[in-house]
C-alpha cells in the first residue's frame, strides 16, 4: 500500500502538497454498461453514484474507462467513477483514476452488491476478502492489495443453487423498488460520512443501518 502511495506523491506536481492530495476522494460505483444491466441487483454501485449526483445537481461525462463526475464538499474534492469496463475489468478504471487524480488508497470507496447481506443492509469496512466478487477481485489484482475502503449494499440471496448469476443480473422486485429511496438516500449520506468523517466514524454510524 505504501509503495502505492509513493508512486503517487512522487508524481504531484511542486504545486500541490500532501495535504492537499489528502482532501481528494475517488468514489467508485461497481456495475455493468448498457440499459439491459441498468435497474440491475448488480449496478448498485452506478445506481448509488446517480443518486449522489442527481443530489448534488451535477452529471456523468463520459472520459477513459468510466463516466466520471466531480463535486466539492466541506472543501474536498470528489471524483465519481463509474467504470466502462464491465464488472469483471473493473480494477483497471480504478488503478487509472487513482492514479490520473493522484489520489491515496485511503480515500478511495468501492460501492458494490452483496449477496451475503439482507436487502438493503449496509456494511463499510476498511478492507477484506473480495467474497468471491468478480469486481473486487480484479481491484485487488490491481491494487495489489486488499485493504482499501468498500461499501457494501445487502441484495439477498433469494435464488436457487447454480442461479446466482441469474439472479444478481436480474431486476429489483417491487418490494426492493418500494424501499429503494430511503436506501438510496442512506447510500448518500454514507458516502459524505466517510468524505467529511472518516471511515471509522461512517463503520460507526451506518453499518447495520
Known sequence: MFSFLKKIFSKQPLSETSEDLMK???????????????????????????ALAKEENISFETEKLGDISKFK????????????????LSGKAVKYWLTKEKISIENLLIITDDINLSFGTIRVKGKGSSGGHNGLKDIEAQLNTSAYPRFRFGVGADFHKGRQVDYVLGEWNSEEEAAMPERLDKGTQLIKSFISGGLANTMNTFNGK
Open 73 to 88: 464538499h466541506k472543501g474536498r474534492t470528489i471524483t465519481l467513477l463509474k467504470p466502462n469496463t464491465y464488472m469483471n
Open 24 to 50: 481528494k476522494f475517488l468514489i467508485v460505483g461497481l456495475g455493468n454498461i448498457g440499459p439491459k444491466y441498468k435497474n440491475t441487483r448488480h449496478n448498485i454501485g452506478f445506481k448509488i453514484l446517480d
